[in-house]
C-alpha cells in the first residue's frame, strides 16, 4: 500500500518524488490534491493519464509563498496582491495571465494560469521540501466525488499514484474558490471554500461566469461533476417516496421522518454550513459505498458556504430530476 502517514521522512520522499517527475496525492485545508510538478510539462501529463481528465480542463498551480509569482504570472495586479495577501494562504484560487514558465498543459492552452497557497501545513512543507509549485487537481477520478481522506483517495485511484501522504481529514471539505482577475471586472468562475461575501469588499463587484461552452476557464465548470456513481436527485416539493428502489437520503440538518431510507447522512445537526461543507464528500462517499439505487439530496441555504455546497450538489445531480 502507497498510504503512508505524514513524518519528515515520508516528506521528504514524496518531495523527492514530485521532484522526479511523478505523483503525489497530498491533503490541503480544502480537498486531497493529485500533484505534480507544475513546472514538468510531462509530469503533468501524468495527473491527465491517472484521473483520466480531458485535457480541456486546466489544473490549479499551488505556491509555497509569494516569492514564485514573478515567474508564473506575467500580471499580478494591486487588486491581486491585495486579495493574496489577505486570503493566503486560504481556499481562494486567482486566475491571472501567464508566464512562459507555465507549461500549456498546466492551463489547457489558455493564457491564463490558476494559482494558491493552501492553509494546510502538510501541502506547504511539501512545497517547501519539493522546492517547486505543484500542479494539483482533487485525487479522484474525474468527474467524481472529490477525496477528502487519504483513504477516499486510496480507494478510487490508489494503483495510480506513487505515494499518498495521510493528512487527515480536510477541514473545509469543497474546493477553493476561483475568482478570475484578467478582465476589468473580476469574475467568479467556481464557487468554494470562500464565501463570495468575504471577497467583495477587497475585489470590487464580482460577476458571476455562466459557462456557455464546453471549453471550461476553471476547474468544476462542467454540468456534471463531483458526482456518485450512484444516481442522485433532489427532493422537491412533489417527492414521493420510491417503494421499488432502495434509497439514501443526504440531509441537511434533520432526517425526513417516517420513511424508510436504506441509509441517511446528516451534513449538520446543527444546521453549520462550514461542518455541512466539511462533511459533504465524505457523506457522498458513504452513501455511494451503501448499495443504494438512487440518493435523494436536500438542498442547503444559498448563503456563505452554502453556494458552494449547492454547486457541487447540482453538479453531483447533473441533469437528473425526481420525477
Known amino acids: 500500500m502507497n498510504l503512508v ?27 486531497y490534491g493529485l500533484g505534480a510538478d507544475a513546472l514538468n510539462a510531462t509530469a503533468c501529463a501524468k495527473i491527465f493519464a491517472a484521473k483520466n481528465r480531458p485535457y480541456f480542463d486546466p489544473l490549479i498551480v499551488h505556491l509555497a509563498d509569494l516569492s514564485w509569482l514573478e515567474k508564473l504570472s506575467a500580471q499580478f495586479d494591486e487588486r491581486a496582491r491585495r ?20 507549461p500549456d498543459i498546466v492551463t489547457a492552452g489558455l493564457p491564463n494560469v490558476a494559482l494558491r497557497m493552501p492553509n494546510h501545513p502538510l501541502a506547504l512543507e511539501l512545497l517547501r521540501a519539493a522546492q517547486t509549485p505543484i500542479a494539483a487537481p ?18 478510487q485511484l490508489g494503483n495510480k499514484i506513487d505515494l499518498i501522504l495521510d493528512g487527515g481529514p480536510c477541514p473545509i471539505g469543497v474546493e477553493s474558490t476561483i475568482l478570475d482577475l484578467t478582465e476589468e471586472k473580476p469574475r467568479l468562475l467556481r464557487p468554494g471554500g470562500l464565501p463570495l461575501e468575504m471577497l467583495e469588499p477587497l ?27 450512484t444516481p442522485a436527485a433532489f427532493l422537491n416539493a412533489d417527492f414521493k417516496f420510491p417503494a421499488d428502489q432502495k434509497a439514501g437520503l443526504l440531509a441537511f440538518q434533520t432526517p425526513i421522518e417516517n420513511l424508510p431510507f436504506a ?7 446543527a444546521g453549520d454550513l462550514a461542518e455541512a461543507a466539511a462533511n459533504l464528500f465524505s457523506c ?17 441555504p444559498e448563503a456563505g458556504l452554502g453556494s458552494a455546497i449547492m454547486d457541487r450538489l447540482r453538479k453531483a445531480v447533473g441533469t437528473r430530476q425526481v420525477e
Open 263 to 269: 441509509k441517511i447522512e446528516i451534513l449538520s445537526p
Open 203 to 229: 475585489a470590487g463587484r464580482i460577476e458571476i461566469y455562466q459557462s456557455d461552452s464546453e471549453r471550461p476557464l476553471a476547474p468544476g465548470q462542467l454540468p456534471s461533476h463531483y458526482a456518485p456513481r
Open 5 to 31: 502517514s505524514a513524518t519528515p521522512a515520508s516528506l521528504q520522499l514524496a518531495a523527492e518524488i514530485i521532484r522526479n517527475g511523478n505523483l503525489v496525492a497530498f491533503p490541503t485545508e480544502t480537498v
Open 83 to 102: 486579495l493574496a495577501e489577505k486570503f493566503w494562504p486560504g481556499p481562494l484560487t486567482l486566475v491571472v495571465p501567464k508566464t512562459g514558465l507555465v
Open 138 to 155: 482533487s485525487a479522484n477520478p474525474f468527474g467524481y466525488l472529490s477525496p477528502t481522506t487519504a483513504e477516499h483517495v486510496a480507494e
Open 284 to 300: 457522498l462517499h458513504r452513501l455511494d459505498r451503501a448499495g443504494l439505487q438512487i440518493i435523494f439530496v436536500e438542498p442547503v
